[in-house]
T-cell receptor
Framework: GAGVSQSPSNKVTEKGKDVELRCDPISGHTALYWYRQSLGQGLEFLIYFQGNSAPDKSGLPSDRFSAERTGGSVSTLTIQRTQQEDSAVYLC???????????FGSGTRLTVV | AQSVSQHNHHVILSEAASLELGCNYSYGGTVNLFWYVQYPGQHLQLLLKYFSGDPLVKGIKGFEAEFIKSKFSFNLRKPSVQWSDTAEYFCAVNANVGGSQGNLIFGKGTKLSVKP
């Protein structure tokens, strides 16, 4: 597609439920990144994919968070047993190569009530 | 661990004033440096980037940034701001160079408000 597409744009969920966030990167971009943006906290790195593999999972906050990428394209970030502190905007970005920088999606605003 | 510091949380300027937003990073080796901008209600967009060569980098919309290696800094500047520059600005650094596509480390952002 023309840009990085994320869905849903907004998600309200009850504490304890599982949620899935989807990212569809720009076609041909081999690298895909997930970040979390909380008010006043900037962007927190979560995980990065090169193709279908995730060389760097160091940013995942807990084992409730997982992500996968299939076919070198779409990625899903799953949060199990959501907590109120998981409320944030989850951003996905993709890049063809580092020299191009990232292209970000519009994000998914997650609210845990 | 690598980190990026943006010392100004919120900057308020009048139109036509000059802008300088500070950015410092902690990494002693080769770095790639970026500034991103997020306009209200929009997604993050790349403003400019530095990889090598001339340490004075020019980006879109009249913005520029200067890489000063000895000061570990990459400050963003604009000679004369406009109301439309109201946005949040993020500095980012990548230290996983050598062909890898490691993640960017972002600062906490600086909110710029320009009064008309």
């Amino acid at each position: 597609g023309a840009g990085v597409s994320q869905s849903p744009s907004n998600k309200v969920t009850e504490k304890g439920k599982d949620v899935e966030l989807r990212c569809d990167p720009i076609s041909g971009h081999t690298a895909l990144y997930w970040y979390r943006q909380s008010l006043g906290q900037g962007l927190e790195f979560l995980i990065y994919f090169q193709g279908n593999s995730a060389p760097d999972k160091s940013g995942l906050p807990s084992d409730r968070f997982s992500a996968e990428r299939t076919g070198g394209s779409v990625s899903t970030l799953t949060i199990q047993r959501t907590q109120q502190e998981d409320s944030a905007v989850y951003l996905c970005a993709s890049s063809l190569r580092l020299l191009s920088g990232y292209t970000f999606g519009s994000g998914t605003r997650l609210t845990v009530v | 661990a690598q980190s990026v510091s943006q010392h100004n949380h919120h900057v308020i300027l009048s139109e036509a004033a000059s802008l300088e937003l500070g950015c410092n990073y902690s990494y002693g080796g080769t770095v790639n440096l970026f500034w991103y901008v997020q306009y209200p209600g929009q997604h993050l967009q790349l403003l400019l980037k530095y990889f090598s060569g001339d340490p004075l980098v020019k980006g879109i919309k009249g913005f520029e940034a200067e890489f000063i290696k000895s000061k570990f800094s990459f400050n963003l500047r604009k000679p004369s701001v406009q109301w439309s520059d109201t946005a949040e600005y993020f500095c980012a650094v990548n230290a996983n160079v050598g062909g890898s596509q490691g993640n960017l480390i972002f600062g906490k952002g600086t909110k710029l408000s320009v009064k008309p």
